[in-house]
């Protein structure tokens, strides 16, 4: 082979590839080797989606929520969407529930 054949192909296979984005239908798995800019743009996402349900719903509420579920051991076979999915209940939950206080 020739030198200039050889030389592009071998840059094609040893350069990174483009990562893909975060979609919901990926696995926490993928959330927790994500980097930390594809984590804030799927947590940004569903903070504009959800703000208007309740204004705690920020990004960084859905970033730290799905933090700390993507640790635990059993949510392993979970899918992102599953997580967002728990975050708005347990906080909607917490909403629901009245104050001590009254």
């Known amino acids: 082979m020739c ?3 050889v030389l592009p192909l071998a840059a094609v296979l040893i350069l990174p590839l483009p990562a893909q984005a975060l979609t919901m239908a990926d696995p926490l798995t993928a959330w927790a080797n994500a980097s930390a800019m594809d984590r804030m743009a799927l947590a940004t996402r569903f903070g504009k989606s959800f703000v208007s349900l309740n204004e705690g719903f920020t990004s960084g509420f859905f970033l730290k929520c ?3 579920i993507s ?3 059993g949510a392993k076979d979970a ?3 599953d997580a967002m999915r728990e975050c708005v209940a347990s906080k909607q939950r917490l909403k629901a529930t009245p104050d ?3």
Do not use: A
């Open 79 to 81: 899918k992102i969407e």
């Open 66 to 68: 799905i933090d700390d």
């Open 3 to 5: 030198i200039k054949t």
């Open 100 to 102: 001590d206080d009254e």
């Open 71 to 73: 640790i635990y051991g």
